[in-house]
């Protein structure tokens, strides 16, 4: 039984598509930048290596015979994983293999072209190359990087082609391993003749640098043997994947526990939150805030950690890279965290508009930072900037206390318009009930806070005012219905059937639910929400379905961390079981890579290969490959499936509903402050060193 995954045991499904399909293609990351495959069998695009970038540019375009190759509007079958992609192809019956993976270490990235066909037949490769090089003397504050118009000439006697701008800020350098002609000002060239066996081959490397002479060091490092290259790539992401469940490793700084079990869907399951993390992890010596997290790859927002979707794998980040969480903590809070969404980390300047969701967030990170690692005396820590500098329970305090600021003529936050909340539902504004039942979670966490520092008044307020709001939280209960109110600034009540309110209720105060709503809830969300690979994030009976088409918040899909959550919803709602039936489904979902930004449900775009798609870049959808809540899944294994509960102290409580799935499944090296524990499904040990 494979316990530890490598990039074999991650590889996804085939996936096939013909030209301009919807489909997403998969990207690739050697943790120092990232780069995404095009639809062709060969080319390239979002090259940036931080803090050079190349925008979105596609660059490699294949010519077979002097014609474009996907011009034949032939099938291509794609393979991600996490060390390379292989794409594949048929024209004119010649059959194409690429091998695509980021340099190790290096701002590179290479292809490595086998063809097959009738020995002795000549076939000329044509790439047309494109470069748009820069390096922005700002923070990347947009969500595509930044890149300038570039004039590609020729490089000494080599078969490549080497990019400028005239800023002169940043280099791109591409070229072939074999001999090979330039035609034009972008077209490079050459012939393979197949061999006795009827194959040939060729290679490519693409380079981002600041100079010519850096971009020629590492260009000729990696055309000197590209299949060196994607052998080392493996390396560096079998090595990155062991390092995450091994605590004595110096790939991070904590790790994550070792899952036992012979149950397929789990194991997928768990093992896709784990990559979607890990897929993430920038060790950029451009960062100013160290190792980062971005949020989304390989398209859009390159540099930037948003405060939500961190905290969406808060439990992940604390297990498995404490040390960089708590410094991303520290420097939000300098920020300002009612001021922006996150930050970007070339500069640490932030980044956008308040998201309605940052008391909430913060408040999460903290807590679990702090009851994972044991380390307390973070709340006694100075944090904040001039005036707002005090200690960081004092901070949790405000985030917990934020909300009364917020009230209007009601005892409700009202959380302002559609940017702040989720960008594509327009009645989904206002006096949201989920955030104000997150208020309600935050105001608990903060009296656990102050009972731990010995201000038992100050708890006991705190949990009064508490038990106020969830009343008021009641208020907006739809009944009998199974969904919930957004209060307007009139007073009107408008009906949202959105999940959001679904997982946040359901995750934050299940308990000041009555049985009648938890049993309403669940059957709103099986009717209206659900599907048997994904779900819904908007029922296709609300009146906002209409608005949008935006598949991570809208009736034809769900952004990747809201099945996860409903699915934690679900078990403290008390029916785990509609959980673990519906695990075997969403597993499927997990063959085409990390979690996307969002994934179609069946009913909108079919399947690929038996799960529910992932949405494409292009407008309206606007959905980038990867997203990096991703950890929510971690979350929902260890505190749905396994029942896990670690109390601020870090008493470990639990109550497992594994058996279900697999009697004797097992979480092994569970790390809690100074002690490690194991989890199975008669409860928790804990281990002795």
Not at 362 to 375: A, E, H
Request: aromatic fraction near 10%; charge should be negative.
């Amino acid at each position: 039984m494979t316990v530890i995954p490598r990039s074999a045991d991650l590889a996804s499904d085939v996936l096939t598509h013909t030209y301009d399909d919807m489909f997403n293609p998969p990207g690739l990351t050697n943790f120092l930048g990232a780069v995404q495959v095009d639809l062709d069998v060969f080319a390239l695009r979002s090259i940036n290596f931080p803090p050079y970038s190349h925008g979105d540019t596609i660059t490699g375009q294949l010519y077979v015979d002097g014609r474009l190759a996907r011009s034949y509007g032939g099938q291509v079958e794609v393979v991600w994983r996490p060390d390379h992609v292989v794409r594949s192809t048929r024209i004119e019956g010649l059959s194409f293999r690429t091998t695509t993976a980021c340099a190790p270490d290096r701002p590179a990235v290479v292809v490595q072209l086998e063809v097959e066909g009738e020995p002795g037949r000549e076939v000329r490769i044509g790439l047309a190359l494109a470069s748009t090089a820069t390096r922005s003397p700002n923070a990347w504050l947009r969500h595509m990087p930044p890149s300038e118009p570039n004039t590609l000439t020729a490089l000494d006697d080599r078969p490549a082609l080497i990019g400028t701008g005239e800023s002169g800020s940043a280099v791109s350098l591409q070229g072939l391993d074999v001999p090979g002609e330039i035609h034009g000002q972008s077209m490079l060239e050459a012939t393979i003749t197949l061999d006795a066996a009827g194959k040939g081959r060729l290679g490519y490397a693409n380079v981002l640098a600041g100079t010519s002479a850096e971009a020629v060091a590492n260009y000729d490092t990696c055309i000197a043997d590209v299949s060196a290259v994607i052998a080392a790539a493996e390396r560096q992401w079998d090595k990155a994947l062991a390092d995450a469940f091994d605590p004595d490793s110096d790939g991070f700084s904590g790790s994550l526990p070792v899952l036992e079990t012979s149950n397929e869907a789990l194991r997928k399951l768990y093992w896709w939150g784990v990559l979607g993390v890990v897929w993430f992890r920038r060790d950029n010596p451009a960062s100013m805030i160290g190792r980062a997290y971005d949020t989304l790859m390989p398209r859009h927002w390159q540099t930037t950690t948003f405060i939500w979707d961190y905290s969406l794998s808060s439990l992940t980040h604390a297990l498995l890279d404490p040390v960089p969480m708590r410094r991303h903590i520290e420097h939000w809070i300098d920020l300002d965290t009612h001021a922006h969404f996150g930050t970007e980390w070339l500069t640490g300047a932030p980044v956008g508009q308040w998201y309605s969701v940052n008391d909430f967030a913060m408040t999460r990170l903290v807590r679990d930072y702090v009851r994972f690692t044991g380390d307390e005396e973070f709340l006694a820590v100075q944090a904040g900037r001039d005036a707002a500098r005090k200690p960081v329970g004092e901070h949790l305090l405000d985030w917990a206390t934020a909300w009364r600021g917020l009230r209007e003529d009601h005892a409700l936050a009202d959380y302002g318009g559609i940017d702040n909340l989720l960008e594509c539902v327009s009645s989904y504004v206002h006096e949201v009930a989920s955030f104000n039942a997150a208020n309600v979670w935050c105001l608990r966490v903060a009296a656990e806070v102050a009972e731990r520092s010995g201000s038992t008044d100050r708890a006991e307020l705190l949990r009064k005012e508490a038990d106020e709001q969830a009343g008021h939280v009641n208020e907006l209960y739809v009944e009998g219905a199974g969904f919930w109110h957004a209060r307007q600034p009139d007073g009107t009540l408008l009906p949202v059937r959105h999940c959001y309110d679904f997982n946040i209720i359901g995750t934050t105060m299940a308990a000041d639910l009555s049985e009648i709503q938890r049993t309403e809830m669940v059957e709103f969300f099986q009717r209206e929400l659900q599907t048997p690979n994904w779900m819904r994030a908007l029922s296709p009976y609300d009146a906002d379905a209409a608005f949008s088409v935006r598949p991570d918040h809208q009736w034809n899909g769900a952004y990747p961390a809201w099945p996860a959550d409903a699915a934690r919803a679900l078990f403290a709602m008390g029916r785990g079981d509609v959980a673990l039936d519906w695990l075997p489904g969403l597993a499927k979902t997990a063959n085409q890579g990390p979690c996307g930004q969002a994934h179609f449900v069946e009913e909108a775009v079919p399947a690929m290969a038996g799960g529910a798609r992932k949405a494409p870049a292009q407008f309206p959808y606007l959905i980038d490959w990867a997203c990096s809540s991703s950890g929510a899944w971690v979350s929902l294994v260890l505190e749905g499936v396994f029942g896990l509960e670690i109390d601020l102290d870090g008493t470990v409580h639990a109550n497992p509903q594994v058996a279900a799935l697999d009697p004797d499944a097992r979480l092994s090296g569970l790390r809690v402050g100074p002690h490690t524990y194991d989890v199975s499904a008669t409860g928790v040990v804990r281990k002795e060193h």
